[in-house]
């Protein structure tokens, strides 16, 4: 079974910068990409970003190309999203997940449904 927990969120002024991050449990930590989602009250849950096994690649939604980057430390078992620039609109609970396929070179996952762990989320809350 593996656990993933998310920290980091909080409130921050627009402009304001935040980094969440997501501690993994587990041996098969590096074996798999993950990703960051967000999902604002009454939206279905929105892809932000992605990160390759061994974080050589990287995706993002157009949304937050620019200002969000997804990192990752598998000696730590932990990925990152690092936030800038937010804008009242990042406001969302932020979820990271793994993708459900072993072993993947791909980064391209963005649909929830390839996703096979969760982590509980975390509130980010940007205000104007």
Do not use: H
Request: hydrophobic letters at 30%; one cysteine or more; a neutral charge.
């Amino acid at each position: 079974q593996v656990q993933l927990v998310e920290s980091g969120g909080g409130l921050v002024q627009a402009g304001g910068s935040l980094r969440l991050s997501c501690a993994a449990s587990g041996r098969t930590f590096s074996s798999y990409a993950m990703g960051w989602f967000r999902q604002a009250p009454g939206k279905e849950r929105e892809f932000v970003g992605t990160i390759s096994r061994s974080a050589g690649s990287t995706y993002y939604a157009d949304s937050v190309k620019g200002r969000f980057t997804v990192s990752r430390d598998n000696a730590k078992n932990t990925v990152y999203l690092q936030m800038n620039s937010l804008k009242p609109e990042d406001t969302a609970v932020y979820y990271c997940a793994r993708d459900g396929t072993l072993y993947s070179g791909s980064v391209y996952y963005t649909d929830p449904s390839e996703y096979d762990y969760w982590g509980q989320g975390t509130q980010v809350t940007v205000s104007s």
